[in-house]
């Protein structure tokens, strides 16, 4: 099949990616020396039945019946270490190591949504210093 | 940044506000910038300068002769006042209503909205009684918006996250260049739905048209009826338990879902056949292509 060659990495472990930091599996990437694709399954949908007590709470806050714009955020990987991506900064964030990851995907990806939260809505943001900065009204 | 006041910041230009805040220009090389989340950062669940608005606040207006822009302000005055919850009557189908909406927010118009209607948010509930022209929800970063009849064309356009419902059908190139988000449609889909899509989650509960999820580079789409075309690099994939059991609670949320379940849907990737495209030599994409 035409193309097959270019594809990424396959995920086959949980830790691959903390494990092996570069994540050049395949020939192409080898080959061109950078990883292609993302480093987690983004289609992945979330079990609802891992929803942290944290998350119920934002739920209902907001008044949705789910996780929202939460249900595209997952734990990703970078240089090695569990990291989750800011789309308000355009850049990953890192999980602290004293943070113990769950052996699964679902259960790292409510964890990711709860950080990501709690560093958006607080005053250490950076779009809050932005803000600060160059709000216009 | 320590020992700057508000008021100091305010009898300063822009540029001396910048450097005063620690913030410095530098050329990008290209680097990550380490930033790493704090454990014990507060519980907090809206933006620091959010309204605190309150759900149980009811207040509604007409929309009258005013202009979008004045349409938007009042929406935006009424929510510095408190109220999260403002309907508004008549929007005549007036551009670009309820845009810019950085958070939570009950937002209900009685009435159909042109172009680009409820752009740009980030938060907010919102219920649109009618129809919506081209781009309704273009760029929107979190929420909901339910369209209770059709929608144009372009419906979701780079839409990045939150849930985007028409409970009718929709026009051509829905959720064109999508990088997140939910975009569910309770009728048919035109063509080119899916185009470039990057990322995110497409429900169409009926029909899709010609060319479904044209170089679409990931995400995923469901359509529970006929599909007349799949584009280029949309490839057919198993529809696994876990996405059963997510289609099912969507839709029973959006009161969607069909009286014989989900089972019959059909699941749409990337065949990831274009991935790492400007790698490739002039030969090798005329292969692929």
Redesign the interface.
Known sequence: MAGTKYRGSEIKDVDQFLDDSAGLASEREQEIGQHIGYRYDVNLVPDYGRLTPFLARYMEVMGWDDLNWLEDIHMGYEDGQAAVFDRNINGWVRVPKSIELPDNQQDRDMIARELLIKFQMSDRHPLATLRMAYTKF | ?AGVTGMD?RDMN?DE??RA???VSEQLTGR????????S?????????APDVD?NRRTEFDTGEMSATEVNLKIRGLMAEGYGTIVVRNPRGRHSLGVGILS?L?LVFEGSLGYFGVGLID?P?VRINGRVGWSCGENM????VVVEKNAGSTFGAAI????LVCKGSVGSRTGIDMK???IIVGGDTGALSGFMMQ???MVICGDAGKNLGDSMY???IFVGGRIRSLGVDAVEAELTE??K??LA??LT?NGLLPETGVGHFTKI?AG?????YD??EPTEKK??L
């Open positions: 940044m910041l822009q506000r910048a805040l620690g913030m990550s910038m380490f930033v790493e989340f704090d454990e950062a507060e519980e907090r669940f809206t933006y620091p300068w759900y939570r009950n938060g509930n970063m979190a929420g909901t990045r996250g939150g849930d997140g988000g939910t990322r995110g989650r990931d995400g995923t876990l996405d059991a997510w609670r969507k949320v990737v990831r056949q274009l991935w790492n790698n490739l292969l692929i």
